[in-house]
């Protein structure tokens, strides 16, 4: 008897061409950050004019490309994970203790991307601002901040639904490969 492809598969296989469009757009804008960086040091070297808060700018393009990327590497298992006890057990008991991570990291995601709220909320009442040169709004950076690390917490609680889905219907192998460790998913392929 053949098996049907799982159509949990199909939706995380949409999430992680949507998280690839994500990474890529996270990426141009450190690359263009790195220019701009680049192109002040070299102002700088060549005794010219500085544009100044290039740091500034920097810290800021990392915050925001760490948030953003992070469901791009769940989704891609790049996150680092021991496997200890995983690699010992079968096919069930590695669906199982992945599943269970998968619940880990979205309840820690979302709790994180609830105590980020606050933080925006303050920095939008107050009319904060960064305490630079630049003076840079800080709801600036805080909202498109705040907004990956939901983005995060979204694709992390759908991804583990989709996984505990595959196990419930005793799909080990593929539960494993949507949420498994790095190198078994390599070596499933």
């Known amino acids: 008897m053949t ?3 799982a159509p949990e598969l199909a939706w995380i296989a949409r999430l992680r061409r949507l998280n690839a469009g994500v990474a890529v ?3 141009a804008m450190l690359l263009l950050c790195a220019g701009f960086v680049l192109l002040d040091v070299v102002l700088r070297g060549l005794d010219l004019h ?3 808060g290039t740091e500034e700018v920097a810290g800021y393009a990392m915050a925001l490309g760490t948030a953003w990327g992070m469901a791009y590497a769940l989704l891609e298992l790049a996150h680092v994970r021991i496997d200890l006890l995983r690699a010992r057990g079968g096919p069930t008991a ?3 203790l ?4 998968m619940v880990v990291v979205s309840a820690t995601v979302t709790f994180v991307a609830a105590k980020a709220w606050p933080v925006l909320e303050r920095s939008v009442v107050n009319g904060s601002r960064a305490n ?3 003076e840079t709004p ?3 950076v805080q909202g498109p901040w705040f907004a990956g690390w939901v983005w995060f917490a979204v694709m992390s609680c759908l991804l583990t639904l989709l ?4 196990v419930v219907r005793g799909r080990m192998a593929e539960a494993e490969s949507a949420v498994g460790a790095f190198a078994e998913r390599d070596a499933a392929r």
């Open 98 to 101: 992945d599943v269970g991570c």
């Open 163 to 166: 996984a505990l889905s595959l």
């Open 94 to 96: 590695r669906a199982v």
């Open 3 to 5: 098996r049907h492809p």
């Open 25 to 27: 757009a996270a990426g």
């Open 138 to 140: 800080l709801a600036w």
């Open 50 to 52: 500085s544009f100044g």
């Open 132 to 134: 630079t040169p630049l």
